[in-house]
């Protein structure tokens, strides 16, 4: 069984970056897409950012100009990287892979964003 391990979340001031990895134990076969999904305390899991077999991109509008998501294929990863952090981006992230045969989640990377 394929697992998604995230890292690189934290604590982090508001205006501060972060980058979250999300790392496939294995590799995956016939990936329709990969992304980010976040959900906060009372509230439900939110699309964050999407990246498709062929490139292309998509962002929650909250997030656009501020998140950047990318993969290393050769790594079996994908990025996600967030700048100008502001208290509302404070969630557990999940990655998520979408895939002919199946979908997988992580477990999720807490980022918590206060000063």
């Known amino acids: 069984q394929v697992q998604l391990v995230e890292s690189g979340g934290g604590l982090v001031q508001p205006g501060g970056s972060l980058r979250l990895s999300c790392a496939a134990s294995?590799?995956?076969?016939?990936?329709?897409?990969t992304g980010w999904y976040r959900q906060a305390p009372g509230k439900e899991r939110e699309l964050v950012a999407r990246i498709t077999s062929g490139g292309s991109t998509n962002y929650a509008d909250s997030v656009k100009g501020r998140f950047a998501i990318s993969r290393d294929n050769a790594k079996n990863t994908v990025y996600l990287q967030m700048i100008s952090l502001k208290p509302e981006d404070t969630a557990v992230y999940y990655c998520n892979v979408r895939a002919v045969r199946g979908e997988y989640w992580g477990q999720g990377t807490q980022v918590t964003v206060s000063s």
């Open positions: 294995a590799r995956i076969f016939s990936i329709v897409s």
